[in-house]
């Protein structure tokens, strides 16, 4: 099986930016779409960016302002994040599933799970 590690998380100021790695250990990335999803206490958990082979989406709420990206040759995935706003607050996961591309936005195409990481934004 796959196994993901989130890491730079933090407390940051509005405006301000943050990058999250997602590192794999067990089977390549390059087989996998990969997701970034986020949840704050008490809310459902939803979907943030995703990528594949050629392939990158997003959810509205952070389109222009998030940058998912990978390095296969280290089997790393990141999440760019600019333009912070304390809505962003939450805990952010990274996950991993098959490589089709369809409904990539929901939990339910992810099979493996990171611990997540905390994300706090003050006004």
């Known amino acids: 099986q796959v196994q993901l590690v989130e890491s730079g998380g933090g407390l940051v100021q509005a405006g301000g930016s943050l990058r999250l790695s997602c590192a794999a250990s067990?089977?390549?990335?390059?087989?996998?779409?990969v997701g970034w999803f986020r949840q704050a206490p008490g809310k459902e958990r939803e979907f943030v960016a995703a990528?594949?082979?050629?392939?990158?989406g997003y959810a509205d709420s952070v389109k222009g302002r998030f940058t998912i990206s990978r390095d296969n040759a280290k089997n790393t995935v990141y999440l760019q994040m600019n333009s912070l706003h304390p809505g962003d607050t939450a805990v952010y996961y990274c996950a991993a599933g098959g490589p089709r591309w369809y409904e990539y936005a929901r939990v339910a195409e992810y099979d493996y799970w990171g611990q997540g990481t905390q994300v706090a934004v003050s006004s």
């Open positions: 990528i594949n082979w050629i392939t990158t």
């Open positions: 067990g089977r390549t990335f390059s087989n996998y779409k």
